[in-house]
């Protein structure tokens, strides 16, 4: 079956533009998760959504990220004004539930120059 | 202390070497252990869970010691497409579905 997607898979920005990135989970599964990965830098978590509770956004790093889930399915995660530590691997990841594998998607490279 | 620390690697190994990656973590609540495998440029995918009583998957052995809050792989007969990272994953105690990645060894095996 088709796995978590994630658009644009590569996305250059200029400082200070706005940036927002999709994520397709895979179909039936109820948590959705958004990680970061930094060059030199391991994983991080950044947000979570599970059915319509109120997100844990406990990871974003700054108020200008943001994400949302729309139906309980597609997430968007926007980010404000990048500036060039914003540059990162953007990950997606969905389970079935809570407890379940995570399934991660491709990602989206971000390059903020 | 970091939460998740790993070997900073990277190891270069001929094939059939056997090799062993060590993982530490911090929050002594953490309930669930993993090993992620990660190719160059791609998304990380779940290599195994990591058990007390330690589990294997072919080439592949897992071990946890919650009283020394350790983690181990240990893959026998490298093959070339193993060459990887490899991340030591934590579930965090407090919120069973945040996983807490150590950095990841980096793993090529030569021929």
């Known amino acids: 079956g088709a796995g978590v997607s994630q658009s644009p898979s590569n996305k250059v920005t200029e400082k200070g533009k706005d940036v927002e990135l999709r994520c397709d989970p895979i179909?039936?599964?109820?948590?959705l998760y958004w990680y970061r990965q930094s060059l030199g830098q391991g994983l991080e978590f950044l947000i979570y959504?599970?059915?319509?509770?109120?997100?844990?956004k406990s990871g974003l790093p700054s108020d200008r990220f943001s994400a949302e889930r729309t139906g309980g399915s597609v997430s968007t995660l926007t980010i404000q004004r990048t500036q060039q530590e914003d540059s990162a691997v953007y990950l997606c990841?969905?389970?079935?539930?809570?407890?379940?594998?995570?399934?991660f998607g491709p990602g989206t490279r971000l390059t903020v120059t | 202390r970091k939460e998740v620390e790993q070997d900073p690697g990277p190891f270069n190994v001929p094939e059939g070497a056997t090799v062993a990656f060590n993982c530490t973590y911090s929050?002594?609540?953490?309930?669930?252990f993993f090993w992620y495998r990660q190719d160059c440029r791609k998304e990380p995918k779940l290599l195994m869970s990591?058990?007390?009583s330690g589990n294997e998957d072919g080439r592949f052995t897992a071990q946890l010691n919650r009283a020394s809050q350790y983690i181990s792989l240990l893959i026998r007969d490298s093959k070339l497409s193993d060459s990887a990272t490899y991340l030591c994953?934590?579930?965090?105690?407090?919120?069973?579905?945040?996983?807490?990645f150590g950095k990841g060894t980096l793993l090529t095996v030569n021929p």
């Open positions: 990841a969905s389970s079935f539930l809570r407890d379940y594998e995570q399934y």
């Open positions: 179909s039936g599964h109820t948590a």
């Open positions: 959504f599970q059915g319509n509770s109120a997100p844990d």
């Open positions: 929050n002594s609540a953490s309930q669930s």
């Open positions: 990591v058990y007390s």
């Open positions: 994953v934590v579930k965090s105690g407090g919120s069973n579905y945040k996983l807490t």
